[in-house]
């Protein structure tokens, strides 16, 4: 199969929670898909009910059938990225950990999300967090969490730069880290590749649009190496597709936190995905 312009399509798999309100989570994510050019696929692992002022009722779905997902994909449509967000509990995190370690050369993106937009908890209790730091980090090409879900993965206290907390990532598995909302004066993330570390800043949005802000950044990211960008380039390139997602959110959806509203991403392709 091939895409419009002749080049083989490339797909991305999300393996996360549904988000009724349409903004962020699995939906979120396949949207952010779409608008970088890529076919999405899915595994729900959870459902909420949620709008844009926070989750009201959330149901895991049953391990097995999260597992039935996945190899239905990878059997069929194959997939040349992965991006896991909430993880429910440690039965699933070990799960995922046997279906996606045999997946050679694939990006996969873990987004530990444990909180929502909205301030709802939606993560996993702390023997999930301790399978994701066992399991989960060493299967990692990227964790992209935010100061509080870095701080929960490492341990680290509040006041722990986000520097330490990208290398404590690093130093149990992943291979990069990037923390997300790091400055407390600007919209920036910190990236530590392994060996350098990279700021990524920008002006902090006011438009109460960033509802689903996370899962689209790292929803793009994971699209981005899947299309062969370079690491550095790929997380600069998603953190400013967010910001204008936000800036031009969609501010008539919704009476809380509206959604972003992504537009079409036009990736530069070239390099290698490091």
Known sequence: MSGARGRPRTRCLTIGS??????????????AFA???VHGTSAVVGVTAQNTRG?????????????????????????DG???????????????VDRLVWLDDVPVVLDPVMVS????????????????????????????????????LTGLGEGTDPRKLAEAIVELGARAALVTDAFPTGAGDVLFDGER???ITGPRRASGCDHGAGCAHSALLT?????GMPLTRAARTAHAAVSLAIERGAADIGSGRHPVELHPVEPDREGPPW
């Open 18 to 31: 549904s988000d009724s309100g349409g903004g962020a989570g699995i939906q979120g994510d396949l949207k």
């Open 35 to 37: 608008r970088a050019g």
């Open 55 to 79: 989750v009201t009722a959330t149901a895991s779905v049953a391990t097995d059938m999260v597992g039935h997902q996945i190899e239905a994909v990878l059997e069929d449509i194959g997939t």
């Open 82 to 96: 992965v991006k896991i967000g909430t993880t429910w509990s440690a039965e699933l995190v070990w799960l995922l």
């Open 117 to 152: 937009a909205a301030g709802s908890a939606l993560g996993g209790d702390e023997d999930a967090v301790t399978a994701v730091r066992e399991g989960l980090l060493p299967l990692t090409w990227v964790a992209t969490p935010n100061l509080a879900e870095a701080r929960r």
């Open 197 to 199: 570390h990279h700021e």
């Open 223 to 227: 699209a981005f190496l899947a299309q």
